[in-house]
Structure formats: structure tokens, C-alpha cells
């Protein structure tokens, strides 16, 4: 039996915070159950990081940060309502691109995510990596930042952001835009955490394999949010 997980290649962004090169940047790799991938609270999560090289960098970051659950980190109201409000407003007058992210053991497609790749977001990396390197200490350089819109009936299942196949995937952090919708909550099961998501707020994690994690399903409305991916510089 084998199991299907996605490999994302990376973003580029332009001069304007654009999310560009959507399509063809993903490779898809099948695993074999209980050989060679990493598996999380019995689901397989993607290939065994430590079957890739890393930089001495990376291990010393990935030494320093260690597990703990206090790598998970939340700055309330970090953007105001108002801002939230004008972003969610400015995704109304364009469409959004829309790729798999999740498939199926018959490589079908189950998780559809909407980007939105055409707005002028690139104003708040700045702030971001600023918390980001003055909570975590050490240097990061951003390589992606969007907003994303999931709908109801949408989730993400358990994964993990970076497994050693991406080059900028070692930082997680997500701007959440709006209140108005149900579910959508992030869970880390193996730190037993779980976190709802509020207007404004900021979470940080590490990307690397102590930090699987899922999103709970959306059971109404629509959950906005602006992702951003940091590197190791």
C-alpha cells in the first residue's frame, strides 16, 4: 500500500509581494506504509527528513529550538480589524488561484486551496520577520506571503511544512483575517495544543517535524488568512 503526499518547490515573489509560479512547482512522491516515510500519530506525513542533507545552519537552529510547545507562539491583535477588514475586502474584486495541496491514495485531489496572489501583502513581512527573528533569535529571509481563503466543508489534515524537499519552509506564520465563520481550528496533536483562530492574531511555529499539525474543518463561512513561509539565512 502507498501513501501520496505532496512536494512543494517553493514561491517566487516579485517587487510587489506577488505570489507568482503556482502551477508546476509541485512533485508528488509515493511511500510506502511503514517503510520510508515519517510517520506521525500513525499517519504518514510525508518523506523521513533525515534521509536529506541539511546545512549546518539548519542543524544548529533545529538543535536550538528543540519541541518544546512554547516554540508555538501567538501575538494577539497583532494587525487591527480595520486592516483585517480592508484586506478580506480587496480579495472580493479579484479571483483567486485555486491548486491541490492534499490528494488522495488514488491521487485524486481533496484539498483545494485559494490563493490569492495578486495583492500587495508584501507591506507586512517587514513587521512579521521583525517578531519572528525577536522571538526565535537567529536570522530568516521571508520566501512567501499570500492570502488564503478556505470555505466551508475545507481542512487541511495532519502534515508538516517542511520535511527537507523545500528551501524555505523552516518558519510558519499566519495573519488571521475575520471572525465570521466556524471551525477552522489548528490543532499540533502531538503537543496536544489546539488554537482557534481570531481576527488579527499572529502564530509562529517551526516548520520542521516536532510541529505536525492539521486544520480543522470549516463548518461555515470562510476562514481568511495571510501565510507566510521564513528561511534560515
Known amino acids: 500500500m502507498f501513501d501520496f503526499y505532496m512536494v512543494y518547490n517553493g514561491y517566487m515573489n ?3 509581494g506577488i505570489e507568482q509560479g503556482l502551477e508546476g512547482h509541485y512533485d508528488f512522491k509515493a511511500i510506502r506504509s511503514n517503510e520510508e516515510g515519517l ?3 500513525g499517519k504518514i506525513v510525508g518523506q523521513d527528513p533525515s534521509k536529506f542533507d541539511r546545512s ?3 542543524k544548529k537552529n533545529f538543535e536550538k529550538m528543540g519541541n518544546s510547545i512554547e516554540n508555538i507562539k501567538i501575538i494577539e491583535n497583532f494587525i487591527s480589524d480595520a486592516e483585517c477588514d ?5 480579495t472580493k474584486r479579484t479571483k483567486p488561484k485555486e491548486f491541490p495541496v492534499q490528494w488522495d491514495h488514488n491521487f485524486k485531489p481533496v484539498v483545494i486551496r485559494k490563493t490569492y496572489v495578486d495583492l500587495p501583502v508584501r507591506i507586512y513581512v517587514p513587521i512579521v520577520q521583525e517578531a519572528l527573528e525577536g522571538t526565535y533569535e537567529f536570522p530568516v529571509v521571508n520566501r512567501s506571503v499570500s492570502i488564503a481563503r478556505w470555505d466551508t466543508g475545507d481542512k487541511l489534515d495532519l502534515h508538516v511544512d517542511d520535511l527537507g524537499t523545500t528551501n524555505y519552509n523552516h518558519m510558519a506564520t499566519l495573519i488571521y ?16 495544543f489546539s488554537y482557534k483562530p481570531k481576527m488579527g492574531d499572529l502564530i509562529m511555529f517551526p516548520g ?10 470549516i463548518t461555515s463561512g470562510s476562514r481568511y488568512s495571510m501565510p507566510m513561509w521564513f528561511e534560515f539565512v
Open 14 to 16: 516579485n517587487d510587489n
Open 39 to 41: 510517520t506521525i500519530n
Open 56 to 58: 549546518e545552519l539548519y
Open 86 to 90: 480592508i484586506l478580506v475586502s480587496l
Open 177 to 192: 483575517l475575520n471572525n465570521d465563520y466556524e471551525g477552522g481550528e489548528i490543532v499540533f496533536p502531538t503537543h496536544d
Open 208 to 217: 520542521n517535524m516536532h510541529y505536525a499539525h492539521e486544520v480543522k474543518t
